[in-house]
């Protein structure tokens, strides 16, 4: 149980950080636009398990025993920061993933992950981050944050650039994965995409949780579809060189490692709400992967 004491202030520094970040990254998009779904993504699939709400500001995905559903971002991307605003199904919802996420096409796929992994009878959701490369990825980091999904929106962010990936909530970065000599590291163009779906093979107590479509439909919430400062790629190249220009502002030195303010708040959070690191499975690893030193 987090003391109250300990969590107000770390919550008191958190919203300040906020507000600082978020003047921060607003800055590097620039003027905000208003943006409807239709004009960024397109659905993917479960085509009659999606719902286009206020003239296109929030998407809902729906999840019963027939399907869920998912959407895909219309552009390809080599770099950039991508956002959205999630709010998560709430009730019981053991065994069902909501996911946002990066991700290639094709076979040895790369993909940088955000999923939330269901619950029952009350208990927190985990928020699981995951790095693949060329296909290989078993890099899982779990979460339990700071404030319920389920309850209000919240923005969740990926920085993708040739020097770190960065996995933000609310601005806070909450893990980083830096490229370094000989770590296998993200270089395929990648898609943006979110989905609903059934995940109870693994999800929740290692699988042994199952979805009880008692409690169905699931949904799923999604706002903010302006949240795509990326570089673009020609779908038919896996070059993404040029997408590392420093003429990008996502690829700036200010972007290119954390600040020493960032490294503070990264390090407090890892400390009070990681409760599973890759890195430190010997199940798993019996030395730990190149990145983890």
């Not at 999604?222 to 779908?235: K, R, T």
Request: aromatic letters at 16%; one cysteine or more; a positive charge.
């Amino acid at each position: 149980m987090i003391h109250t004491k300990t969590f107000g202030v770390f919550a008191v520094a958190l919203w300040l950080w906020i507000t600082m970040v978020h003047a921060r990254f607003i800055g590097g998009r620039g003027v905000e636009k208003y943006v409807t779904f239709s004009q960024n993504y397109v659905v993917k699939w479960g085509q009659g398990h999606i719902s286009t709400l206020h003239s296109g500001k929030e998407v809902d995905l729906y999840m019963d025993q027939s399907s869920g559903a998912g959407f895909e971002s219309k552009n390809i991307y080599g770099s950039g920061l991508f956002q959205m605003r999630i709010k998560v199904p709430g009730g019981n919802s053991g065994g069902v993933v909501t996911a946002f996420y990066l991700t290639s096409l094709g076979s040895n796929h790369d993909e940088i992950d955000f999923e939330f992994l269901g619950n029952n009878d009350g208990k927190p959701i985990t928020l699981q981050t995951n790095v693949f490369a060329n296909g290989e990825g078993n890099r899982e980091e779990r979460f339990l944050l700071w404030f319920n999904p389920i309850k209000h929106y919240h923005t969740y962010g990926i920085l993708w650039n040739p020097y770190q990936i960065v996995f933000y909530v609310d601005n806070i970065p909450i893990r980083v994965y830096k490229n370094e000599k000989g770590v296998n590291y993200p270089s395929k163009p990648m898609q943006v995409e979110a989905s609903l779906w059934n995940g109870d093979a693994w999800a929740t107590d290692g699988g042994r949780t199952k979805i009880n479509y008692a409690y169905s439909p699931f949904i799923a919430h999604f706002q903010d579809f302006s949240g795509l400062s990326g570089c673009y790629v020609d779908g038919r190249s896996d070059n993404v060189a040029t997408c590392g220009s420093s003429n990008y502002w996502w690829n700036g030195g200010k972007y290119q490692r954390l600040s020493g303010y960032e490294q503070k708040i990264y390090e407090h959070f890892r400390k009070k709400y990681m409760n599973y690191d890759y890195c430190t499975d010997r199940s798993k690893y019996q030395s730990p992967p190149r990145e983890c030193y």
